[in-house]
């Protein structure tokens, strides 16, 4: 025998006579006297001091306590406090031999230190353990060995380090084994496989390294498997077909190779398969055609090989094939075109040839659509306008030619169209301004001509357009300059002639460069650089790089001015000095104002900002008033980025580079009460509380011709529009939207209770959510906000956005923190959804939402969420369905929403669409009561 074996021999051994002699303890006590056994068990409940930090309960009577469950004879059988514990964080210092009779122990999401006790052994009866989500650190105790009727185990979300111990293959009943998100390191011991009662494996985020063992083909009655995101290398082993109930692989980011095995076509009820960044070679196997309940597929990012196999075309479930990253070669087939459930089509960067076959035209479900980069040639295939669904449309960087088909009209849902770098002719066509949703029109490096149709102003969401590299002649239609929404604008290279339109001066990008442009430069295109528009022999001005324009050369877009001689000299005289002393005027009211509002506010005093007349506008020195002016041209409408009920919002960029968001009031508007009251509130509530999720207010101006306010500006506007964009709302991922619904529920959190007094906002809506360019949340719009008054009724006329408004405020008038709270949950199921919950809020109430699966309402722009990101989605869901409770006392506060993403949240033992919206519903039974700071 090898000394290892023995070794092993010996230590099971001693865990098997530790565990007996830990089972024997409580024969110190009299079995006849079950009193003192409950007395033990009572007493090492209360030296936790767990229960007094959550109940304030001083009873010696556990079975009374919250989450404690005892049997017929008082002695304590379950323990449930999951998710309470965050704001007392020990070490695990349950005695757990004082608790024979314990068969279920959550104790989820208490920032838990330490390592796990040896002693946890003696839980012989357990059934249940859930550690997860805490800041466990160590190995895995051999004593868990002991714990032989053991179904459910989750350690995930710790700090867990070493190896797997291969005594866990002792837990036979075991159904649930959740280790993922540890630092677990070593390899998959090999006896995993002896589990065959496992249903839910998950291992992934960890440092596993070497090959998948081929045991685990013994766990016939797994349906997860998570393996992703560790070291694992070598093949996938061929059992792994055995496992035929499996409906979730996931083996994503490893260092898998070889060829990917047939056997995996025996998993016909696989519904997601994620074997993304790795380095499979070889060609795609033809058995994964059999995986007929497939909804997800990704091989992404391998180095596969060979032609897409036509059994692809059997997988009519599918609805997400993300093939893209690799060296496919062959044409796209026809087969394709079968899977009309797909919504996601993705095959670029590959060596794909052959036209695009007229069939994708039946994927009338299909969103996005990219085979960008590949060898694609011949002409768009007039059918694709059948995709009337179809947002995305990527197919640059191929060999394309002919003309750009005019069904494209059909494409009512289209926002972004990416047929650069091809061979494609003649011109664009006029149906193309049907598509009313388009924000990208991308058509350079082509060979199209023609002049630049006029009715491209039709397309009044353009953002972006670029139509360079080309050979459009004629003039540059002004009617471009309309496009409100527009921010780049490339013309380059290409015949265009006439003067330079001085109605382009608001783009933002704007290129004209390597054309035939005649005349003088508008002066206003001092704002871009000289290389917009060199190439262009015969413009003149005042310019960098270019000659003055002949004297007798009038400007293209020139004013009807008097030649009288006289009167220029005055007007050179009269209007500055005319300037200066009106600014001077506004400047001291301003001040004058400015002092009057802070001292009734009780703000900061002009003292604190260093004692500058206008340094309010700006904490790190001053704005002067006439920096305002001179930047928006007294408030010109081409620097107008948003207009309201209250007026309109300016963007302007200083001298000193700071951009800022103005909101100003028309002259009208002013001069109603109400306005002014709403603007003055804004400034008393946001010169007093300082959180980076709510916007900063830079300065303000209240004089009655001019009231206006100065904000950071936000690069990418409201969370309603970003959401509202269909490339933009697949620009917010997952992760990205989480975080925003994590930092409004800190700033509201902040807001209720951290100011004194309480503010509430009152107007929680997507619309007064700002982004910053790192997609990051901002609250804003403080309007409408009120000071709690401890000593008042706080009854108030109801305000706020309809669809936000909490329910109780058409009969009470009552504001509280709770009508926040109603909103915030409003928006975290907008976020989640991509859309208003409107209708989900009327039906979550009745029976048929028992029917309504959560992954079915989430945004369908985005690819599911993997496992990780999921565990956050479960968890802002759960909580946004109580914030939206119809009773008050039964939403959580904000504190306690805001504590409960700090401390995150027990990860969830089944996938998003495993759980229906009734379920959810009934979750808020952990996070909803009277409303004090137990909550949650």
Sequence with gaps: MKPSVSISIVVVACIFLYGTYLDSAPHFVDASEPSALLRLEAKALLETGWWGSVTGNTSTRPCTWYGITCNNVGSVTRIAIGGRLYALPDKLKLNFSSLPNLVHLDLYSNNLQGSIPLEIGTLSKLTYLDLSYNNL????????????????????????????????????????????????????????????????????????????????????????????????????????????????????????????????????NLKYLFLSNNRFDGSIPPEIGNMENLRYLSLENNDLSGPIPPTLGHLTNLEYLFLSNNRIDGSILPEIGNMENLVYLYLENNSLSGPIPSTLGHLTNLEYLSLSNNRIDGSIPPKIGKMENLRNLSLENNSLSGSIPGEMGNLKKLTHLTLESNNLIGSIPTRLTSCSTLKHLLLSSNSLSGSIPYHIQDLYLLTTINLSHNLFSGKIPLELGGLASLVVLDLSYNNLSGNVPISFTSVTHINLSYNSLVGQIPDSYQNHTSDTLIGNKDLCGDFVGFSPCPPHSPPSLSLSLTNNKSVIPKVKIIAPISIFLGSLVLRGFCFFLFKHVVNKTQSISTERKNGNLFSIWNYDGNIAYEDIIQATEDFDIKYCIGTGGYGSVYKAELPSGKVVALKKLHRLEAENPAFDKSFKNEIKVLTEIRHKNIIKLYGFCLHKRCMFLAYEYKERGSLFCVLNDDIEAVELDWRKRVNIIKGTAHALSYMHHECIPAIVHRDISSNNILLNNKLEAFL????????????????????????????????????TEKCDVYSFGVV???????????????????????????HEILDQRLPPPNHLVAQDIFLVATIAFACVHIKPKSRPIMKCVSQEFISQKKPIAKPLHAFSLWQLKNQEIYMAGSGDDTQL
């Design 137 to 268: 650190t160590g190995e895995l105790p051999l004593s868990l060995a002991n714990l032989t009727q053991l179904v459910s185990f989750d350690i995930s979300h710790n700090q867990i380090i070493g190896p797997i111990p291969s005594t866990l293959v002792h837990l036979t009943d075991l159904e649930s084994l959740l280790l993922g998100s540890n630092r677990i390191h070593g390899s998959i011991p090999p006896e995993i496989g002896n589990m065959e009662n496992l249903t839910y494996l998950s291992l992934w985020n960890n440092s596993l390294s070497g090959p998948i063992p081929s045991t685990l083909g013994h766990l016939t009655n797994l349906e997860y498997l998570f393996l992703s995101n560790n070291r694992i290398n070598g093949s996938i082993p061929l059992e792994i077909g055995n496992m035929e109930n499996l409906t979730y692989l996931s083996l994503e980011n490893n260092s898998l190779s070889g060829p990917i095995p047939p056997t995996l076509g025996h998993l016909t």
């Design 780 to 815: 804003s719009d403080f309007g409408t906000a009120k000071l709690l008054d401890s000593d008042s009724s706080n009854q108030t006329l109801v305000a706020g956005t309809y669809g936000y408004i909490a329910p109780e405020l058409a009969y009470t008038m009552k504001v």
């Design 828 to 854: 975290a199921l907008e976020i989640l959804m991509g859309r208003h919950p409107t209708e989900l809020l009327t039906s979550i109430s009745s029976s048929s939402s028992q029917s309504v699966m959560l």
